[in-house]
């Protein structure tokens, strides 16, 4: 229906096919991919004509009755194509803008923009890509600037609507002819049609274009075509051609791309176009129904409405456009989901000279912003026209009207008289600018690539990170690249810990190229940050001027430095330095940013000197006076001339030397910072300023610290100068996700890495520190290459000064002071001032004005205006009501919001109470203000100031860690009354334990911590397996050790002590000892009077009764106080899974270690042996070792303690070598296990079952030099259930006996012989003549085939027990079993005796037969000899292969003068004999059965020909003989009718008797050959093929096969080709071309022999000989590819079944001409699909015997002999893996297949025995 619909655009039912079924062709609708239209225009396209023309009579009805069916209805509003309405697969007509070199950029209607990729030209062009680079040959490929061209007019289809990256939609286009010409036909193609096409192939007389029509070839001659210079066309062209003459019903299509013809071809209706087959570009002719304001509604083709924009209105025209008139239209897009069909009148387009002009004539102004525009119409679903100034139009977009994401109000714009617009782009196709109205893209600093300059600042944000550089957006359409070198000052070696995606840089232009959109930046500070002028052309660069650059290149005569836009030049070495430099790549590296002075430029050449020997001394002379006028470390006071963002701009007094104060560097504590910057204002005179550093500018600080540190010279003032451990002061100056970046006076910097900035675990770094915090740092690592070092900030690793913390304080609230005093002077307030007087501490007496919930606000008769408040806390516990007096101590003043904090705690406005210096107190947090905490001293009612950080570095990560209102801290008192704190103590402080919160009574008595030895009371809180934590009355908590819960005595093996404890019990408990809060560590017992912070209690009844007294034992004495083997009771505490151990603990302070091999006996519980033991358990363990210093406590849960001789332990294996195993031991031991000690049974590779960490039961047998002999034999393990010992051991020589048989493993092979281990320490010897039956020159021999541990039987030969040595034989006669080396290695046998004297006699009798024979030919060898041929070419050539012996090579050869047969004087290139052929093999010549018995005659006679006379003492008797023996010859050449004849008489006479035998008249042909009488050889051929039977298919086939050889070697092109062509009408076809292509080959016409099988291979595409045959030939050529190719396409033609067979024979013949791995992975691959062909196997079998390894034959066996298949097939398969070990293996090997199949019979039972 759809088609019947698309094809007949009018409304009405479908019309059904005449024999009313459903118009549905299997075979074409099958195809899923193919459209409807093309399936049903096959069947309808001869009535379409009519059934158009009736339909579109129908028309006007079918829209009356409904909407739905008007297929190609007028729009109801024109409005232009907007990127919303585009669909996949629609047709467009586009103008090339813009070519590179694999995209054209394509301007489409209405603005819009697309891509068209290289890969979417035509499918010839892409295969022609493919082709060039497979083959790297890249000369002939024509790229797409050669084919495209900017401004010519092409048919696209949209391809594909991608999201690009930020989410808009990019175009993908294709000019591909099948996409294009998609709904076309071969038969729908009529001629006068304008399609487009690409070109396919560039012929001798034309072009083959391709149509994309299946079926259809277009041809474009050149002949027809000779105004149009055809030969620049080039393969993948885009060509728009008109159809001159269609012939075949379309199958041939001539083509012509006259402009003229093809620009006035309109479209007309007998050509059948409809809306499914409508392409872009074509011309109509149409009438215009409906004139809009928007635009025309259009007929044409009498029968499809179509639509024309205003933008394609022809502006000159718009007022003849009146309803009716007729014009010509071109199509512009066609989207046929909708029906959709836009035209365009535009007179460029109509009258088409296939190329507009793709830049506006006015010239460029993309970019430009135009004011003062004029809107002239305003389009409501388009857009809006704009007059520009100079009268020229522009079209904004709907979109661009207004801002991103706000709603339009078209109606408000067009109000507006006067507009800014920036003009967006031109668009060729309506030869229009586009501008936009919004302000975002107005302001934008650049709109394009040409608004950019080098030397530029600019921002962006990071997009991507690659791994040549950053890819940085500028703007949505901009991107620039940081490449790698520029990402920092050095190279980064992991860029992305410092950049992340969307982060904002600052970077600066290093140049950029509008044409090609290329834009390069640095990230260089140096270069971002310079203030010298910047090189941009070469003319910048005056001699003199100075100019940072950055190096590109190093050489050995200097370096070459880079600027802006590809300025560079060159530094000679000379210049490099003052200092002479020899090897500049040693000094510099590349992306180096250094000052150069230009010594010479020549802007005409392009070419620059500089120098940065003269950078540096002319900088030194302005660098040398700042650093007089300001040295580092000098005290300065300055001026302050500016206030800065981020700190001041002031002026060195008294020479006005400017200098920047960073506002971090106003004060250590960094909450003050800000407060001094807001009080100091431009002209104040700022004192106590240091330098501290002058190396671009001078800057200044004012941190007390830091100043200190300059002053006592605890400084590095250069990188030589610090050394690793140093500790210097400096401030946090950048924070990075890896760490901070710590800088130090004189602009040294170093990186704390997040390992090192604290003792804590820090997730965020930004949460640690704060920028410009002062921090002690410790130098822990110098790279001194790259002039970089790191530091720690740990407190555990920096020692800061005496009294820091109290210094720091006294100096933060002095600066506290001082900045009120200044705040007081300035506004001259008198309540400032009166503020300013108060101190913290002081008491005020206050009347209660309001009560909230959030605390009281008091009034005072002092302080009118201030604001007096307290909080919540402390107001507690006293009830207020209003104008109530009361007296309150103030916690803080705050001058710039006029308020001030008090409390009324009694506690704290109570009587103060004098302090003694160095006396201990705890005290309450009452008051946090940033930096600084007012606490209270508990019972004395003082108040005093503390910082809230206790050391510089500190980090508090989490709120716990902060200081709150309510905490507890200790204190000790450093100064009673501090003058600098204005009276207030000055005390150093710790956390205390944390306070239970108290909500009834405030005023109860604090805990103060426990004394040891005291008795408590408490509640059991938790109770966990290791300890009870208690709640003590007071409301602490204590601990309860699981050791101090039950007397020892009492405690059982296996229980839990704890569990006896239950939750909410209340308890007595005693003081034993206690630990810190914060580091949970055990504190020291040095004095009982000590207190606790959380108290550790015992419950343990004897040590609680008070009347017991009992002393505190330290941790030493307790640990001295065990002994080694003692038993006792502890207690688990926790399994380390890491180093495998088990903490157990005896003692609150007490934790002992158990190791893996002394706390398990069973090697089992290995993997998991935390399993046996459990949390809080008791257990019994024995005392390995105690040591206090270093604190070692080793215990063992086994019961051993130490290692005993003739005990059993646990061992880990640590290494395996060739002479045993080394093994780890309990208690720090270490032993071995000797080859002959694994097993009571030696078996062959005995290392292999054990590997590394393997855990095993050792037998102890003996202990020398700290190492232990171990044995790990069942028989000494196990006594007693030992079975029978088949090798026993061997523990002296005594034990040996001459003659016994014992086994051992080979220890070494070397000249004296094999040496073979028999037990640990004795090893015998078997000399190379006792080793082995054969006689062996070399001992390297038997090594290759007794590797280390090979297991050998052995006869022992002789003892020699005063020198312990141990003769031993491996010769079989003695041990029974098969000689060590294998029979295929034929090496000769040892002989001995009788056998010998045998030997060397007939050794002696055999040279001396060899020398009298030394001119006879053995008779075996004729055929060698005869099949070798002779240099003498006179003939046809017969060749055979067969495999020469070798012996037959080294035997000397006849003299050719000699007759070989009475009847060929000289032998020629024909010699014919039975079983030899015309051809490589023996196949295809089946000679007549008598022809294979003149093989033996034949030799008989040469036999007798060829002997000469032998020596004889009787000159007489030699004379007899020799006549004899010619009258015996005569007679058998008359008697044998099967010799060959000598003349043509002889021929005819034996012809007249075999007429048929074909070898017969080719010996014949020879014959005339050898006298080179080749007529005569073609006359005897020609007889034979009359006379020979025509039953005698064969020998026909031979005599037709000799005369193509004859003719290839003597006869012509045109000779050979006759012959050929009467053979194939004569014979099979199929082997004659076999035999062809076998005689091209042989005589190296290669080109011949690919063309004939190129042919057989069409003719005979279901042979599979044909085939193989070419596979063959063209692996013989080394064509792989080809041969991999042809594969390809014979597993296409031939049927499915034979694809194995096929494959397995592709895969033999790799391996015989081509590669033997790639034959390899064919069989493996097919054998894997099919595992069951036994057949396949056998063949892969016996080429991998031939072509690879031992091994890998060996693996292939493994692998066959486990298949699921008969177990007769496997029963032969083990025949033959047995058969290839006998002739190429060892006796051990042999031994090892028998094994395997005695293996597989036991397993497969009695199916196998049967």
């Not at 007489?1516 to 008697?1535: F, H, P, S």
């Amino acid at each position: 229906m759809a088609s019947a619909e698309e094809d007949f655009p009018r409304g009405g039912t479908a019309k059904k096919s005449t024999d009313g079924k459903p118009v549905v062709h299997r075979g074409e609708v099958d195809n899923l991919f193919q459209s409807n239209e093309q399936a049903e225009a096959k069947t309808k396209r001869k009535g379409a004509l009519k059934d158009d023309a009736k339909k579109l009579k129908k028309q006007k009805t079918g829209k009356e009755k409904s909407d739905g069916l008007a297929l190609n209805a007028a729009a109801k509003c024109v409005e232009i194509l907007h990127l919303k309405n585009l669909k996949e697969g629609m047709l467009m007509l586009g103008c090339v803008k813009d070519v590179a070199d694999f995209e054209v950029t394509v301007s489409l209607p209405c603005g819009l923009q697309g891509f068209l990729n290289i890969r979417n030209i035509s499918d010839s062009y892409t295969k022609l890509l493919s082709e060039q680079l497979d083959s790297a040959d890249t000369e002939d490929i024509f790229s797409l600037p050669h084919l495209f061209s900017p401004g010519m007019v092409i048919r696209c289809v949209v391809a594909k609507l991608d999201v690009a990256k930020g989410g808009s939609l990019s175009i993908q286009l294709s000019v591909n002819p099948k996409l294009v010409n998609k709904a076309l036909t071969s038969s729908s193609v009529k001629a006068g049609m304008i399609l487009s096409g690409c070109v396919e192939s560039v012929e001798d007389h034309g072009c083959i274009i391709d149509i994309g029509i299946s079926g259809s070839k277009a041809f474009l001659s050149k002949a027809a075509d000779k105004q149009n210079n055809l030969d620049e066309l080039k393969v993948g062209q885009f060509l728009t051609c008109k159809v001159e003459e269609v012939k075949n019903e379309g199958r041939v299509v001539r083509l012509s791309v006259n402009p003229l013809t093809v620009a006035q071809a309109c479209a007309k209706d007998e050509q059948g176009w409809n809306l499914t087959n409508l392409l872009p570009g074509l011309l109509v002719k149409a009438t215009i129904k409906k004139v809009t304001k928007h635009g025309l509604i259009l007929d044409f083709l009498s029968s499809f409405s179509g639509q024309v924009d205003f933008l394609h209105m022809e502006p000159e025209q718009a007022s003849n456009y009146t309803e009716g008139t007729e014009l010509y239209a071109c199509v512009l897009y066609v989207e046929q989901s909708t029906r959709l069909v836009g035209l365009s009148l535009r007179i460029y387009l109509v009258q088409p000279e296939q190329r507009l002009n793709p830049t506006p004539s006015c010239g460029d102004r993309i970019g430009e912003v135009v004011k003062d525009c004029k809107m002239t119409t305003v389009h409501h679903m388009s857009g809006a026209m704009l007059e520009l100034p100079d009268k020229m139009l522009a079209f904004v977009h709907r979109n661009h009207m207004k801002e991103m994401h706000k709603p339009t109000n078209e109606n408000r714009v067009l109000a507006k008289p006067e507009h800014t617009c920036r003009i967006l782009d031109f668009s060729p196709m309506e030869q229009i600018h586009f501008a936009s109205l919004r302000w975002s893209v107005i302001e934008r600093p650049f709109y394009r690539y040409h608004d950019l300059q080098a030397g530029q600042i600019v921002e962006g944000k990071v997009s991507v990170l690659l791994s040549h550089g950053m890819v940085v957006h500028l703007s949505d359409h901009i991107k620039g690249l940081v490449p790698r070198t520029h990402l920092s000052d050095i190279l980064l070696k992991n860029p992305e810990k410092k950049y992340i995606e969307g982060m904002k840089v600052k970077c600066r232009v290093l140049s950029v190229d509008p044409a090609t959109k290329k834009l390069y930046l640095t990230r260089k500070k140096a270069l971002v940050e310079t203030t010298l002028p910047l090189f941009l052309t070469f003319n910048d660069a005056r001699p003199g001027s100075i100019s940072q650059g950055y190096i590109v290149c190093i050489k050995s005569f200097g370096c070459i430095i880079r600027f802006y836009n590809n300025v560079k030049g060159l530094v000679p070495i000379s210049e490099l330095s003052s200092e002479p430099i020899i090897s500049p790549e040693e000094v510099f590296y590349i992306g180096q940013v250094l000052k150069a002075k230009v010594l010479k430029c020549d802007p005409g050449k392009e070419k620059m000197v500089l120098s940065f020997k003269g950078a540096v001394e002319g900088g030194t002379e302005e660098a040398a006076k700042l650093q007089d006028d300001c040295e580092v470390g000098k005290q300065l006071e300055a001026k302050v001339l500016k206030k800065l963002v981020n700190g001041l701009e002031v002026s060195i007094l008294p020479d006005d030397i400017r200098a920047i104060l960073p506002t971090m560097h106003l004060s250590d504590h960094l909450s003050n910072c800000p407060l001094l910057w807001e009080s100091l204002q431009e002209g104040d005179d700022i004192s106590n300023l240091v330098c501290f550093s002058n190396n671009k500018q001078i800057s200044l600080t004012k941190k007390p610290t830091v100043r200190w540190a300059l002053e006592e010279g605890l400084v590095a003032k250069d990188f030589s100068e610090i050394t690793v451990g140093m500790q210097l002061i400096g401030w946090v100056k950048n924070i990075m996700s890896y760490g901070v970046f710590v800088e130090f006076p004189y602009g040294l910097v170093g990186l704390a890495p997040k390992s090192a900035m604290t003792d804590k675990f820090v997730s965020d770094t930004a949460a640690a520190f704060q920028l410009g915090q002062t921090v002690i740092a410790k130098v822990t690592n110098l790279d001194e290459e790259k002039r970089r070092f790191l530091v720690t900030l740990k407190i555990s690793e920096v020692i800061p000064r005496d009294g820091d913390a109290q210094t720091r304080l006294i100096n933060g609230l002095q600066e506290r002071r001082a900045l009120n005093e200044v705040l007081a002077m300035k506004d001259n307030c008198d309540l400032r001032q009166q503020l300013t007087a108060l101190c913290v501490g002081q008491t005020l007496k206050l009347t209660v004005d309001t009560v909230n919930d959030d605390g009281a606000i008091f009034k005072s008769h002092d302080l009118v205006s201030a604001t007096v408040l307290a909080n919540k806390y402390h107001v507690t516990g006293v009830s207020l009501t209003e104008g109530q007096k009361v007296t309150a101590v103030i916690l803080h003043v705050d001058i710039l919001s006029a308020s001030v904090h008090v409390s009324i705690l009694p506690k704290l406005v109570e009587k103060k109470k004098s302090l003694i210096e160095g006396s201990k107190h705890r005290a309450t947090v009452q008051y946090i203000d940033k930096d600084f905490a007012v606490v209270s001293l508990d019972n004395t009612a003082k108040l005093t100031v503390i910082q809230t950080r206790s050391h510089m570095n500190e980090v508090l990560l989490s709120a716990s860690e902060k200081l709150k209102a309510g905490m507890s801290l200790a204190v000790e008192v450093t100064e009673p009354s501090c003058q600098e704190l204005q009276g207030l103590p000055l005390v150093s402080w710790q956390r205390a334990a944390p306070k239970r919160q108290r909500t009834t009574s405030d005023n109860q008595q604090d805990s103060k911590g426990h004394c040891f030895g005291e008795t408590l009371e408490g509640k059991v809180r938790t109770v966990k397996p290791v300890s009870i934590q208690v709640t003590l009355e007071d409301g602490s908590t204590g601990s309860v050790h699981v050791s101090e819960v039950m007397e020892v005595a009492e405690v059982c093996q296996g229980s839990f002590p704890t569990s006896s404890v239950k939750v909410g019990s209340v308890v007595t408990a005693r003081v034993i000892g206690g630990r810190e809060a914060v580091s949970n560590r055990f504190l020291p017992f040095s004095h009982p009077k000590f207190t606790y912070t959380i108290p550790e209690l015992t419950l343990i009844p004897s040590k609680v009764d008070k009347s017991s007294d009992f002393k505190p034992v330290g941790a030493k004495e307790k640990l001295s106080s065990y002994t080694v083997g003692e038993e006792i009771t502890c207690f688990v505490s926790k399994f380390n899974p890491k180093r495998k151990l088990l903490e157990v603990t005896t003692d609150p302070r007490i934790t002992g270690t158990v190791e893996l091999l002394a706390m398990i006996t069973d090697p089992k519980d290995a993997s998991h042996p935390e399993k046996l033991y459990k949390l809080g358990q008791a257990i019994r363990a024995t005392v390995v070792e105690t040591n206090s210093k270093p604190h070692r406590f080793g215990l063992s849960l086994t019961g051993v303690h130490k290692l005993e001789e003739g005990s059993v332990a646990l061992g880990m294996v640590t290494h395996i070598q060739p002479q045993g195993l080394m093994v780890k031991l309990p208690f720090g031991g270490k032993g071995y296990v000797a080859v002959t000690e694994l097993a009571d049974a030696y078996r062959s590779n005995p290392l292999d079952v054990y590997s590394t960490d393997q855990l095993l039961r050792c037998f102890l047998i003996a202990c020398e030099n700290d190492k232990w002999q171990l044995s790990l034999r069942p028989s000494r393990l196990n006594p007693q259930q030992a079975k029978l010992v088949k090798d026993p051991e061997v523990l002296s020589i005594d034990q040996l006996k001459e003659g016994q048989i014992i086994r051992g493993y080979v220890k070494s092979v070397g000249e004296q012989g094999v040496f073979i281990r028999l037990s640990q320490n004795i090893t015998g010897r078997a000399q190379l003549q006792q080793s082995t039956k054969y006689f062996v020159s070399n001992h390297k021999v038997l090594s290759e085939h007794l590797p280390p541990n090979t297991l050998l039987t052995t006869k022992i030969f002789s003892i020699d027990r005063e020198e312990g040595f141990v003769n031993l034989s491996l010769l079989p006669v003695d041990t029974g079993k098969p000689d060590i080396l294998p029979e295929s290695l034929r090496l000769p046998l040892r002989l001995i005796g009788e056998e010998k004297k045998k030997y060397d006699a007939a050794k002696k009798k055999r040279t001396l037969s060899e020398s009298e024979q030394e001119s006879q030919v053995p008779k075996k060898k004729k055929k060698t000899e005869k099949a070798k041929g002779d240099d003498n070419d006179s003939g046809v050539e017969v060749y055979f292969r067969e495999e020469e012996d070798q012996e037959g090579e080294q035997e000397p050869k006849p003299d050719a003068a000699k007759p070989v047969t009475s009847s060929s004087a000289v032998p020629s290139r024909l010699q014919v004999a039975a079983g030899f052929s015309w051809d490589v093999g023996l196949n295809s010549l089946k000679p007549a059965s008598a022809a294979q018995d003149g093989d033996s005659s034949d030799g008989e006679d040469q036999d007798g020909s060829s002997k000469p006379q032998k020596k004889s003492r009787h000159e007489l008797d030699q004379e007899k003989k020799a006549t004899e023996k010619a009258l015996v010859k005569r007679e058998v050449e008359l008697m044998d009718p099967n010799l060959r004849p000598e003349d043509a008489a002889a021929f005819e006479r034996l012809l007249l008797a075999s007429p048929n035998s074909s070898l017969l008249w080719l010996q014949y042909m020879a014959h005339h050959l050898q006298a080179t009488q080749i007529e005569q050889a073609r006359a005897v051929a020609e007889r034979a093929l009359k006379t020979i039977s025509f039953r005698e298919e064969q020998e026909k086939l031979n005599v037709w096969v000799a005369l193509l050889n004859l003719e290839n070697m003597y006869g012509t092109q045109e000779t050979l080709k006759k012959v050929f062509e009467r053979a194939l009408q004569f014979c099979e076809p199929m082997p004659v071309y076999q035999q062809l292509a076998d005689i091209y080959a042989k005589s190296d016409k290669t080109k011949d022999a690919e063309g004939l099988y190129k042919t057989m291979v069409k003719r005979f595409r279901q042979n599979k000989a044909v085939w193989l045959s070419f596979g063959s030939f063209l692996l013989q050529q080394g064509q792989s590819d080809a041969a991999a190719a042809l594969l390809q396409r014979a597993l296409k033609s031939l049927p499915s079944k034979e694809s194995v067979d096929v494959i397995a024979k592709f895969a033999q013949l790799e391996f015989r001409f081509g590669d033997v791995e790639k034959g390899r992975t064919m069989l493996d691959k097919v054998l894997t699909s099919y595992p069951k062909r036994t057949d396949l196997w056998s063949v892969f079998i016996d080429l991998m015997i031939k072509h690879g390894s031992q091994k890998e034959v060996r693996v292939l066996f493994d692998r066959v002999i486990h298949l699921s298949v008969s177990v007769k097939k496997i029963k032969f398969f083990f025949k033959r893996y047995l058969e290839y070990e006998k002739k190429h293996g060892t006796p051990q090997s042999i031994q090892a297949v028998k094994e395997k199949a005695m293996e597989f019979v036991e397993a497969k039972g009695t199916e196998a025995a049967n």
